[in-house]
Structures are given as C-alpha cells and as structure tokens.
C-alpha cells in the first residue's frame, strides 16, 4: 500500500467554474504525477512534480495547472472547467527517489463537465 | 517522443485458452518496461515489469520478456481463468526524464466460462 489517496472521488460541475482535486501520500515520495484516463487514450499524462515547488507540463497540459506546496499534497486544479475535460483522472507516485520501477496509483477521481 | 502501442481489443476468450496481448515500443534511452492491469472502479497495479533487455517479467501465470532488438513486450498467459477479466496497459518508463511514463490505450480482456 503506497499510502495514495484522491479526493474527492466524485464531482458533477458546470463549465467555468474552477475544480481542484488532491493527491495525498502518506509517505515521502519524490516523484508525482497527474495522468488522465479516457476510452481509446489510456492514460496520458497532465503534469507532474519532482520535488516541493518543482513542477513540469506532461503531454495534455493545456488547461490545468498544479500545485506542490507540501512533499504529501499534489495539486491539480482546472481554473475554468470544459465539457472535454469531462474523465477520470489518476495520480500516480514513484517510491522514494526512484526513477526506474513501478508507479503506485490513487483509485482515481471522476469528473463530470456539465 | 516515446510511444506504446499495444494491440487493440476486446478481447474475448474461453476459460483456459491461451493469451497474447502485443505491445511495441518506441523510446530513445533504455526504458522499463511493465504491464499493468485495471479491474473495473479501481486505478492501475502492476502485474509485472522488466527493467533491462532480455529480463523476463511474470506473476500470476502471465508472462512478458523485454525484446530490445525487436522492441516488444508481449504479455502471455498459457490458461486464462474468468477472474483475470479486466483491461491491460503495456507501458515504459523513461528513467531519464524525471521518470515519466507513457502507456497503451489499454487492451479489454473478457473470459467466459
């Protein structure tokens, strides 16, 4: 159990308003990452975070920002939620300070755009 | 940039049958390689991973060798139970890019008794 949790787990919003969702790990793991999931895509990657304040664009940034503020804390807010961001979305994280081995993963976060 | 491409599905099969899920790559260092399975509701685990060229990954009767001349990782199970239903993501990691990993747009696995 690599200690990941995503809140909230659920959340139906309309277009425009801001979204924020949290990646919690109880550990100190370096590395996090934000991934989408939509059928026929897999996962794709939105941003991801090598330390406290050290953040980077993934392959489908636009339209998100992030957050690291807290070794624990991982960050992905939509400021102005669209109909195409609609998906669930995971966050991953790579234990200690590996770059090499598997990424452990949250139970995900669905997100309805209405 | 680096790329999985694994093979498309469903994939529907009889309980016992043999299973081959194709997946290539491409990457310009020496990725790990993993395949990782998605019941449904849940997020990713992994199912098995290889991180050099000729490693042999496996666990639960699935099995996947890191091919580096033809740059593959198929997964293979010789007798599929109705339990390893669920979908399959074939992915490598860039251990020189911050760790960042790129994955297959996922293979359904259906098994009927």
């Known amino acids: 159990d690599a200690g990941i949790t995503q809140s909230p787990r659920h959340k139906v919003t309309e277009t425009g308003t801001p979204v924020t969702l949290r990646c919690h790990q109880t550990?100190?793991?370096?590395?996090m990452y934000w991934y989408r999931q939509d059928p026929g895509h897999g996962l794709r990657l939105i941003h991801y975070?090598?330390?406290?304040?050290?953040?980077d664009k993934g392959e489908v940034s636009d339209g998100y920002s992030v957050s690291r503020s807290k070794t624990e804390d991982f960050l992905l807010t939509l400021e102005s939620a669209t109909s195409s961001q609609t998906s669930v979305y995971f966050c991953?994280?790579?234990?200690?300070?590996?770059?090499?081995?598997?990424?452990?993963f949250g139970e995900g976060s669905r997100l309805t755009v209405l | 940039g680096d790329s999985v491409t694994q093979m498309e599905g469903p994939v529907t099969l009889s309980e016992e049958a043999f299973l081959t899920i194709n997946c290539t790559y491409t990457?310009?260092?020496?990725?790990?390689l993993f395949w990782y399975v998605q019941y449904p509701g849940e997020g990713l685990q992994l199912l098995l991973k290889?991180?050099?060229?000729?490693d042999k990954g496996s666990n639960k009767g699935f099995e996947a060798t890191y091919r580096k001349e033809t740059t593959s990782f198929h997964l293979e199970k010789g007798s599929v139970q109705v339990s390893d239903s669920a979908v399959y993501f074939c992915?490598?990691?860039?251990?020189?890019?911050?760790?960042?990993?790129?994955f297959g747009d996922g293979t359904t696995l259906t098994v009927k008794p």
């Open positions: 991953a994280i790579s234990p200690g300070t590996s770059t090499v081995g598997e990424l452990f």
């Open positions: 550990e100190n793991h370096r590395y």
């Open positions: 975070s090598y330390g406290v304040k050290d953040t």
């Open positions: 990457a310009t260092g020496y990725p790990s």
């Open positions: 290889a991180t050099k060229a000729d």
């Open positions: 992915a490598l990691r860039d251990n020189t890019n911050a760790g960042k990993s790129t």
